[in-house]
């Protein structure tokens, strides 16, 4: 993928959270949001739980990805395009 690509979709990653996330952060900081490009969410405090529920629900590279209120992960973003690792946890830390 390109960079250009690549920053289109963080940069829509972010209006997403803007958008559907910021306004968790006083009850769920801390937790994962996966952000559906129609601001459907899930929430939970397992990253892995998270990602599997926004994969069955919403589909691989189809949402947002964050921890609520984390400023060290602010900057950081991620779309899971096609997870092709079976575990859970290594689809997951395989993106980090």
Do not use: N
């Not at 801390?30 to 990602?51: E, H, K, P, Y």
């Amino acid at each position: 993928m390109k960079q250009e690509e690549l920053r289109r979709r963080a940069d829509e990653d972010d209006e997403l959270y803007e958008r559907f996330g910021r306004h968790l952060e006083g009850k769920h900081r801390g937790a994962f949001v996966a952000i559906a490009s129609d601001g459907r969410t899930i929430i939970d405090s397992d990253q892995i739980r998270a990602l599997e529920q926004a994969i069955s629900a919403f589909g691989s590279g189809s949402f947002a990805f964050r921890k609520i209120g984390s400023r060290a992960l602010r900057r950081w973003r991620t779309r899971f395009w096609s997870l092709a690792i079976d575990s859970p946890a290594s689809r997951f830390s395989s993106r980090c």
